[in-house]
């Protein structure tokens, strides 16, 4: 019994390790793409000045990136991440302008009144999106896209079209801790909130046993609707915060900000391991695919830049995305071939 | 001496240095029904897939109709007239009747439009030669198993087929659809088409085949004619060792509450007026033919099907169970029918799968999931149910069919439940899995638990029962007890109607 017990410690580190190689590939990449640019850009790619610039850009998709992981794991997904991330940044912005104006309540009671207000927003549009999927049955990919279209058209008919600008919140995306700016630390505490949760928790255990089998979870007692719901509920709210997140950096809120990030938060779960068929995706997977993706948009951008000094580099970023994740599932298909191969050859 | 369709001799075969045959010989005689028998993973799969050229063997020698083949390539093998009806039989299922068996020759005569009209019929022939009739337009997704295994079956005699092997082709059939099976295949041997069978079914391996080949790890046990074996002798050298089994008796004592109370239970069309007593320490079996309502009768139990009249009382409390939280709330565990789609996380951990029912009570500090009290958990019931793994976090699907279902009963035991219903215990399990499976059954009832078990495996039933309820279309129409019955007249009362 006691051998037994420190064997089957011992071997799911190991085959934890083993079982990671993805990660690890993902991880030799992400590496390899920092040290190319940072060879090839001298003086540019690597200094105090691009890491904190870099820093301030990943964190808006990154956050994004958490809510389509977790409704991911449980086999569905959430396109409507980016009307919540909106709309809620709306309702904050609202009500900066209209209560935090030239005479209105002090500052650092309405500040913290927006933001409320927004995770509220996100809330409740996560929790339609969950009531949906579970109690309704609908097909994730088309109850978020009604929702997505529907979030974002709410925005249009209450700001009427134009950006709501207020610079109340530009201290959130302008200023840094001990050298970190905010945007980073949020996006830090995200991936160590959703690791312990998707880890250690009962919650996160079902997440993973509801996107492997939803059958057997119903089979084994696992309430599934509660799950869902709760999964949508914290895709709803993890967008709110990417919405607080747009409005401290744009210094506006406005219905059709980030709208390439949809997509762009697929490909990010697609590259960091996470199957779109459900049960499969770990945080570290996705922390290091939202990394690669800026360092390739960055240094692509520097590098085309400086090769032809014109400004339409910019669209060649898109462009080196489905580029990367092309390369690593064809990496990741060539290495786990090779890996068969050897396997029998062993034999 | 007899004509040969097929020799191997001193077949080797190994995946990634795990031996699936060693020197293995099998001999096919031509017009004549063969069963390949043997436990799971004895090499069975393995062994068909070399001579339908799906594998490529490491050693050995292969003659097929006189002809020696280095490598024989799956085209080489259908040419050969080999035809292999896989257990998924590699129907497309959104085509209808017709064009699964027509199309493949369409296809090759490399015509540029269908010619419908010779599409069905060549469809219809095909189905008259087994004498069989089916709806030729009707898609094959909505035909029962044993028509697609029909259907699979002319499709096979369309491409010439002179040696058929099916891979336990009864295992999803009812035993009149066993029957109907049979007859097709007598029928076909006596116009010269040779089968092999692949089973684990030994009644049926005894009632069919002519010559049996037993394999045991990979390797040969035995080869002969059919009037060579018997039952016991098929076990034996299946399983390598005797195997008897006891029956279980059980007197509840009947002073006390019921530990459950089934009355007048009806569903709309499915269950009439169910009604019976479940004692504490008992096993009562629930049997009938597919469609008979045993499922049914589980699955509202379990609160997956809602009720139309009735009472459920457990421990004489009247409850409703209206959901499967409903159902666990009151002790009720259920161990499906389909283990592998309803029962098990298959990409998941063996450890994942055992402790999902329980991984909430396995909290420690702040309500985060302690992963040593879980560790524990996982170890103390793999080895408990003796679930034999290198590894507990390899994924569930790396075990053989017996192990999966130990895993299935290792997460409700792990709940603690005071009333287990199990469909299907034993389905795909092999014989000596089975045996320690019904040891087990015992053993948890001999502790007080109540078990439920729906199975038409008649020996099953003799064995673990202490009593056996027979249903028919949606009702109970008798009680049978597993001591005045035996086997032949217990298969007489299933199918009757």
Redesign the interface.
């Known amino acids: 019994?006691e051998e037994?017990?420190t064997?089957?410690?011992q071997?799911?580190l190991l085959?934890?390790l083993s079982g990671d190689s993805y990660i690890l590939r993902l991880l030799a990449i992400t590496i390899l793409i920092f040290i190319a640019f940072s060879i090839v850009l001298p003086g540019k790619f690597f200094t105090v000045r691009n890491l904190q610039s870099m820093a301030v850009q990943f964190p808006e998709f990154g956050i994004l990136a958490f809510a389509i992981m977790i409704t991911m794991i449980t086999g569905g997904i959430d396109l409507s991440i980016v009307g919540a991330a909106n709309l809620a940044a709306i309702a904050a912005a609202l009500i900066l302008t209209h209560l935090g104006g030239d005479g209105g309540m002090s500052l650092s009671l309405v500040i913290p009144l927006a933001m409320v207000a927004a995770l509220i927003v996100g809330s409740i549009a996560g929790l339609i999106n969950g009531f949906l999927v579970a109690k309704v049955g609908i097909t994730p990919i088309l109850a978020t896209l009604g929702t997505w279209s529907l979030y974002t058209g709410l925005s249009y008919v209450i700001t009427g079209g134009p950006a709501i600008t207020t610079t109340q919140l530009a201290f959130i995306g302008n200023s840094s801790v001990v050298g970190l700016p905010i945007p980073v630390i949020v996006f830090a505490l995200l991936a160590v909130a959703f690791s312990?949760m998707l880890?250690?928790?009962?919650f996160g255990?079902?997440v993973?046993?509801l996107g492997?089998?939803p059958?057997?979870?119903?089979?084994?007692?696992?309430?599934i609707d509660r799950v869902l719901i709760r999964t949508y509920w914290l895709s709803g709210l993890v967008a709110s915060i990417a919405g607080i997140i747009f409005l401290s950096r744009a210094n506006s809120a406005k219905p059709d900000y980030g709208a390439s990030y949809v997509l762009l938060t697929v490909l990010i779960a697609i590259l960091g391991g996470i199957s779109y068929t459900g049960?499969?995706g770990k945080v570290s997977g996705l922390v290091l695919a939202v990394l690669s993706i800026q360092f390739l948009s960055t240094g692509l951008n520097m590098l085309m830049l400086q090769l032809s000094g014109s400004s339409k580099a910019i669209f060649f970023r898109q462009f080196a995305w489905g580029g990367l994740l092309l390369l690593v599932m064809v990496i990741n298909y060539y290495s786990e071939k090779w890996k068969d191969k050897r396997?029998?050859e062993?034999? | 001496m007899a004509d040969e369709i097929i020799r191997l001799t001193g077949i080797h075969k190994?995946?990634?240095?795990?031996r699936a045959l060693q020197d293995v010989d099998l001999t096919i005689e031509r017009g004549k029904i063969h069963c390949l028998v043997g436990e799971n993973g004895c090499g069975k799969s393995t062994l068909i897939k070399i001579i339908a050229g799906v594998y490529e063997r490491d050693a050995g020698e292969m003659i097929i109709n006189g002809t020696r083949y280095e490598k024989l390539t799956p085209i080489e093998a259908i040419r050969e007239g080999i035809q292999v009806i896989y257990q998924d039989f590699s129907l497309f299922p959104n085509l209808t009747v017709a064009e699964n068996i027509a199309l493949n020759e369409e296809l090759a005569e490399g015509r540029r439009f269908v010619n419908w009209r010779n599409v069905y019929r060549v469809a219809e022939d095909a189905l008259a030669q087994i004498d069989v009739q089916l709806p030729l337009k009707a898609r094959v997704e909505e035909m029962s198993v044993a028509n697609k295994q029909l259907i699979a079956i002319s499709k096979a005699l369309r491409q010439n087929a002179q040696v058929i092997i099916m891979d336990e082709p009864t295992s999803a059939l009812t035993e009149r659809e066993v029957r109907a099976l049979f007859s097709v295949i007598r029928k076909l041997e006596a116009r010269g088409i040779t089968f092999l069978f692949v089973s684990h079914k030994l009644n049926e391996v005894l009632e069919i085949s002519e010559k049996i080949i037993v394999l045991r790890n990979g390797k040969n046990v035995s080869q002969g004619n059919r009037s060579e074996y018997d039952n016991r002798r098929l076990v034996r050298e299946m399983t390598g060792h005797d195997i008897t089994t006891k029956r279980y008796t059980y007197t509840p004592d009947k002073s006390s509450e019921p530990l459950l109370r089934v009355d007048g239970l009806s569903a709309k069309d499915l269950l009439y007026e169910i009604s019976f007593d479940l004692y504490a320490g008992e096993i009562v079996g629930v049997t009938g033919l597919l469609g008979s309502g045993r499922t049914e009768l589980a699955l509202a139990l379990f609160g997956t099907l809602s009720i139309d009249a009735g009472q459920i009382s457990i421990n004489g409390e009247p409850v409703k169970i209206k959901s499967?939280?409903d159902a666990?709330a009151h002790g009720i565990g259920?161990v499906?029918e389909d283990r592998l789609?309803?029962?098990?996380?298959?990409?998941?951990s063996i450890?994942?799968n055992v402790v999902?029912?329980i991984?909430?009570r396995l909290?420690g500090t702040l309500?985060?999931?302690d992963p040593r009290r879980v560790?524990?958990q996982?170890?103390h019931w793999?080895?408990a149910l003796s679930i034999k793994t290198?590894?507990?976090?390899?994924p569930a699907k790396t075990l053989s069919g017996g192990n999966q279902q130990r895993v299935v009963l290792a997460?409700w035991l792990a709940?603690e439940p005071n009333l287990l219903i199990m469909n299907g215990p034993t389905i795909g399990v092999d014989i000596g899995s089975k045996d320690e499976l019904h040891e087990m059954m015992k053993t948890l009832a001999g502790q007080g638990m109540g078990l439920l078990v729906i199975s038409d495996d008649i020996p099953e039933l003799l064995a673990t029962c202490n009593r056996i309820l027979l249903m028919r279309h949606g009702r109970i129409v008798e009680e049978i007890q597993p001591a005045q019955t035996n086997e032949n007249e217990l298969a007489a009362k299933l199918i009757e109607e």
């Open positions: 019994m037994t017990k064997k089957a410690a071997k799911s085959s934890r312990i880890n250690r928790t009962t255990f079902n993973y046993m492997t089998n059958t057997a979870a119903r089979f084994s007692g696992i309430n049960g499969v396997a029998s062993a034999a | 190994s995946f990634a240095g795990v499967i939280q666990i259920y499906p789609t309803e029962g098990l996380f298959l990409e998941r450890g994942n999902v029912r991984i909430d909290r309500g985060f999931t560790n524990a996982i170890d793999v080895n290198s590894d507990p976090s390899l997460k709940s």
